[in-house]
């Protein structure tokens, strides 16, 4: 079974600093991977997506995420954090082999402070 | 474009009593998804509708609940009777055909049963 660990349930940066949020995965052979994003009181949006293009994925408001197979990761960053990027991010996974069932992460609170 | 929308947004009820909640999802998507997240954990999948049929209810947790997509557009899920551990958020999320993991969530249920 697919599955995907996203390491520390909360994070905070400074505004204007690195944001990085980790996600490894573990499937036998490389899934599609995607991020989402959940802002206060609103659904999940989808930030980005891999699926076995470009291992540089670029998302929506200045988010990438890397794929990097030797490290089962994909990270997401951002280089410089603005106040309006607090939010709850989730890791996905979805299997290459077809069905469009989704395997979350836990999620990851990103607080951004001044 | 209308996005997916959810009813009731907070749901409080008893232990043995029932609780319906509703989605309606993007005009013209095909497909639509069921998710929970218990407080604290991961999203998980429910079950999975193309149309009226039920493609995938892997996820669903026992015979309490129930869900239907008559005609093909909105979707119920009821529980009955609710337990105390099915409190949580129900996400309802459509997509289009072929769209691979691409995924437009409504902003949750919140159901809470004391």
């Known amino acids: 079974a697919q599955s995907v660990t996203q390491l520390g349930s909360h994070v905070s940066v400074s505004e204007g600093a690195l944001v990085l949020l980790r996600c490894n995965y573990s499937s036998s052979v490389p899934p599609y991977l995607f991020w989402y994003v959940q802002y206060p009181n609103q659904g999940l949006q989808l930030l980005l997506k891999y699926t076995s293009a470009a291992t540089l994925v670029k998302g929506i408001n200045g988010f990438e995420a890397e794929f990097k197979k030797s490290e089962t990761s994909f990270h997401l960053t951002k280089p410089s954090a603005h106040m309006s990027d607090a939010a709850e991010y989730f890791c996905a996974v979805r299997p290459t082999g077809g069905g469009n069932k989704l395997t979350f992460g836990t999620g990851t609170q990103l607080k951004v402070e001044l | 474009e209308a996005g997916v929308t959810q009813f009731p947004s907070h749901s409080v009820i008893e232990k043995g009593q029932t609780v319906t909640l509703r989605c309606d999802p993007i005009s013209g998507h095909d497909n639509l998804y069921w998710y929970r997240r218990v407080m604290g954990k991961e999203i998980k999948f429910l079950l999975h509708?193309?149309?009226?049929?039920?493609?995938?209810e892997s996820g669903m947790p026992n015979n309490r609940f129930l869900a239907e997509r008559t005609g093909g557009t909105y979707s119920t899920l009821k529980v009955q009777p609710a337990e105390l551990e099915d409190s949580g958020v129900y996400f309802c999320?459509?997509?289009?055909?072929?769209?691979?993991?691409?995924?437009?969530f409504g902003a949750g249920s919140r159901l809470t049963v004391l």
């Open positions: 509708f193309v149309k009226e049929s039920k493609q995938d």
């Open positions: 999320a459509s997509s289009q055909v072929g769209q691979m993991g691409v995924l437009t």
